[in-house]
């Protein structure tokens, strides 16, 4: 009794520490994470050798396989950037008036969100909120919450995004069927969470004009952008590969040379390197833009991922630490004896810890480090069903505490309470809705 009160008192206050560290001290969440994984190695009686190696081994596993998938996506996205194909998806939907202006929203980010980080792709994408604001004379928060909230699913549940993929690969989960019920997944919870939340509340949502500071961005000239197939052909070019290779090993026999391509050209790094390059000659060379500026834009896009790796490294650390301890093995043990479903244990460690954090990206490494021992103990439940759990909490409580916060608030030009009242609440609804989701498909899969 005595070591499982200490493994809980471990686990919570280390927790404690990173959220102290993180929110209160303003410390980077790298170090916050790196400080918090000495800790514990310190408190469960570690010899400092192992705990270095723990560390070591930790940010090196997990860093060997996502550095690389993680440049080749942010290269992609930055293609959509420049080259305005982020746009077009946009412009195109708008032409379908059987679809509303905040469905239009939704499917904007859910396929542009593929390839952009959410920051970026609010940033990205907004201008088009605004545009399409103006011209139906709608409320802002009508349009920003619904695509926002679109971003964040995706973000959190939909590889190759880090977070996503980061717990499809520690849990072992297949990378294809995650793919397709994060999408399956991401929309439902998306539409729910976004537009039929807002459509209940009726004359309740204020009306929002385009800020002034922003009512100058314009939205590209139609002819200035990428066609459509060529937009869709280089976004989900990586998607399909992946699949692809899911396909294969339902479908085929192990060993054949067909086998062997589809698997080769389906693996994360070899899909999303061949994607970099199909966008560097469609969306970029094809459009009278030389190496040397590509390179440029590839520096540029590079420089901003520093951060994500550096934070996902730290995860992989404490992570590495969590096992290394033997506390994740004693922490397995104690979950097991609570009578709550590991789907929803998952879900709430996550809601919780982004909450607590401010980053889905930390609260989703965090909570699989809680909850990956749990998995050998349940095997009637895929892998592919907790990582789809752990990224619904995920989507949760976008608080004061997550920069995404703020940003809404800013372009919508909305109070704080009105913030919390319609964006932390859509994605709220959006997590429920995702929850019910999973658990729903937990009975199919």
Known sequence: MDSQLWIIGTLLTSIILIVFTIVKMKIHPFLALLLASFYVGALMGMNPLDMVNAIEGGIGGTLGFLAAVIGLGTILGKMMEISGAAERIGITLQKCRWLSPDVIMVLVGLVCGITLFVEVGVVLLIPLAFSIAKKTNTSLLKLAIPLCTALMAVHCIVPPHPAALYVTNKLGADIGS?????????????????????????????????????????????EDLPSLGATLFTVLLPIVLMLVKTAAELNMTKGTALYTVLEFIGNPITAMLIAAFVAYYVLGIKRNMGMSTLLVKTEECFGSIANILLIIGAGGAFNGILKGSGLSDGLAIILSNLDMHPILLAWLVAIILHAAVGSATV??????AIVSPLLPMYPEISPEIITLAIGSGAIGCTIVTDSLFWLVKQYCGATLSETFKYYTTATFIASLIALAGTFLLSYIV
């Open 178 to 222: 995650v793919i397709v019920y994060g999408l399956i997944v991401g929309l439902f919870a998306a539409l729910i969470g976004g537009p039929l939340f807002l459509k209940l509340l009726g004359n309740r949502l204020p009306f929002k004009a385009v800020p002034a500071e922003f009512s100058d961005i314009e939205v590209r000239k139609e």
């Open 363 to 368: 609260a989703m490494m965090g909570a699989t």
